[in-house]
């Protein structure tokens, strides 16, 4: 008999998001995924920072920390330090990831902590009503950009193979099979891992339909047999991750583009202390220095 069911990660608080939101998919995934995996509430650290999606933390029931807008990383690579035994989630928006955060994203993803990074993507900032974000479309009319947003949209899977993220996947959030495998995969993976969830905005993108992305997804390990440990035909399958902007039956690629088993940060700090006896002091430093 297992001990928890998806119930029993689920807060008490009920959602504000609107009705329809992709985000409850994601939530559902995630709380089914943590079942799966008979995960102790007590024994993860979910971490995010501010936007709608942001908002997932408080619908969880295990330990949490509702951040500060783009700072969701730095927060969980301090948790990381803290307490490497207790594994970390962080649950945050487009715009809390690539825009105000990106800085953080490139280092922690280059120096591989160990934490699942779900990047819920709307493609615009949708709890400031709707202004374009770094993976908005070419075109995107928002609040600030009535007239079309004119800059290229940042292809996050091409960015974090670039930032050496040893896993990236991509999921849609109308997959609810999918979506918990790939989130599945990301926790049960070594080092910093990456999953994109196509997660439309309901109210303010009537265009991205759920329906409308799933039905023309390609498992691009299922059907293109792509090789994840390859890192030049990861970059070469995340290339074409936008190609979906094209028409509305253009297809979605999705699955895993990028794996590779290198030591985490936390691995190699604890190998260092290990093989490095010698303890130096912080005062031995300032005298070091005569400061
Ligand atoms: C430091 C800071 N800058 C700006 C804001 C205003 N702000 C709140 S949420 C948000 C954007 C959210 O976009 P995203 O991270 O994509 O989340 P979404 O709401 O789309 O899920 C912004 C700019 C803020 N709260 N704090
Ligand atoms: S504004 Fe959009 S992203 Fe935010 S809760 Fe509503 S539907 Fe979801
Ligand atoms: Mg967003």
């Not at 119930?7 to 089914?32: E, I, M, Q």
Request: with cysteine.
């Amino acid at each position: 008999m297992p001990r928890y069911i998806p119930h029993d990660y689920r807060s008490p608080l009920r959602p504000t998001w609107c009705k329809g939101c992709s985000f409850y998919n994601v939530l559902a995934a995630l709380t089914g995924v943590l079942a799966e995996k008979q995960i102790d509430p007590h024994r993860l650290n979910v971490i995010s920072g501010i936007g709608c999606s942001s908002r997932m933390t408080l619908y969880l029931n295990t330990f949490g920390m509702h951040t500060i807008h783009g700072r969701a990383l730095p927060v969980a690579v301090g948790s990381r330090l803290a307490n490497p035994d207790l594994p970390v989630i962080v649950a945050a928006g487009d715009g809390d990831f690539f825009s105000i955060g990106i800085g953080h994203f490139v280092h922690a993803a280059r120096k591989n902590f160990d934490m699942t990074v779900i990047c819920l993507d709307n493609r615009m900032y949708a709890m400031t009503k709707n202004q374009a974000s770094p993976t908005s479309c070419v075109g995107f009319r928002g609040t600030l950009t009535p007239w079309g947003k004119t800059s290229v949209p940042l292809n996050v899977l091409e960015f974090a193979i670039a930032c050496d993220a040893t896993f990236v996947a991509r999921t849609v959030a109308g997959l609810q099979r999918h979506m918990q495998e790939m989130i599945g995969l990301g926790l049960g993976h070594r080092g910093f891992s990456f999953i994109e969830v196509i997660a439309p905005c309901r109210t303010f993108d009537r265009a991205a339909t759920l329906a409308s992305l799933s039905s023309r997804v390609v498992d691009i390990n299922r059907e293109n047999r792509h090789d994840p440990v390859d890192k030049k035909a990861a970059l070469a399958a995340a290339v074409k991750a936008l190609d979906y902007d094209a028409s509305d039956d253009a297809p979605v690629h999705i699955g895993v583009f990028r794996e590779s088993a290198v030591p985490t940060f936390e691995e190699q700090i604890a190998n260092i202390k290990k093989t490095h006896k010698k303890k130096s002091s912080f005062s031995s430093i300032l005298k070091k220095y005569s400061l």
